[in-house]
Each structure stands twice: as structure tokens, then as C-alpha cells.
């Protein structure tokens, strides 16, 4: 009895390394089989096709995508922690549904006070699109054309990342 139940288990396990050790490598070290399943298929076929030569999929906050319609144009984008290969700068690359086009910020790209490399941010969420209140300079609130990205350090300082009509721009929140 105990043979003829041992082989299903061998194949079974031999299966799962299988798959790890052929997706998982491809998202880089911060993210395992599992938690790249929970991406949609079409989100890991352009992450795959059009990011992983330069960038690896970070999993350093949970969630580490979010949904949100940030470009205004009626689709739903993806954003996603990301960390750049060469330097370790950790960033977002936002997926535009519509449109296929990927934004970077941070990750090596300088992008307002948030500098090149967001391995300060431990927060973040979708601000939805309505308004925004004053933040801590004199700036004039924008008017979101979608949702926003609200990232933060706990504690510290917050800023939306919104979609201005051309390109992302950063709007502080708190000090």
C-alpha cells in the first residue's frame, strides 16, 4: 500500500520545483512562484516581455501592485514595485491598459523629491481620482485626470505621483 502512494507525491513535488525553477528565476530573487501567480496572466506577459531586461518585480511592501485607472483614459493600469538589475534602485512601473505604454519612476530615474531610488517608500495606495487637499507647500492642489498613487514613509512624509495630461508629476502631502 505504501508504494503504490509514494509515487504520486515524488511526481507531484518534482512538478512544483519544476515550475519554480522556471517562472520564479524569471521575475527576479524578491518574488516566488506564488506570489507571481497572483498577477494576472496578460500583467506577467508584458512584465516578461518588456520590463525583466532591466528591471526585477520588488515584493519589499505588500501589495506590491495596485489597480487604478492613473492615466484617466477609462482602462485600468497596473502599478508595480519594481527594482532596477544594475544599481538595486528600487521604483514603480506603471502598466497603462489602454495604451501598453510603461512609465518608470524611480528605479534609477530621477522623478521629484522622490530622487531616483524609492527604497525609502514602506506605503502605498491608490488615491482616487476627486479632490486633493493642500499638502505642505504652497503649490495649489492639482486637479486629478484619474486615480493617483499616495506613497509614503510611515511616519514621515507623503506624495501623490498623478498623471497631469504628459507625464507623471509629484505633488507633496505631508512633511
Known sequence: MINSLCPRPIVVFTFTIIVLLNFAPSFGADIDFLTAASLAPEI???????LLDRFLVSTHINPFY?????????????????????SGKRGIAILHGKSNRIAVIGAGHKFDN??????????????QRGPVRRGADEKLPPKLRGDALMVSKSESASAL????????AWYQQGD
Open 161 to 168: 505621483v498623478y498623471w497631469n495630461g504628459k507625464s507623471y
Open 44 to 50: 506577467r506577459a508584458i512584465i516578461e516581455k518588456r
Open 114 to 127: 522622490g530622487g531616483d531610488d524609492f527604497s525609502w517608500m514602506d506605503a502605498w495606495y491608490v488615491f
Open 66 to 86: 495596485l489597480h487604478g485607472d492613473f492615466d484617466g483614459d477609462g482602462q485600468f493600469d497596473t502599478a508595480l514595485l519594481i527594482k532596477e538589475r544594475s
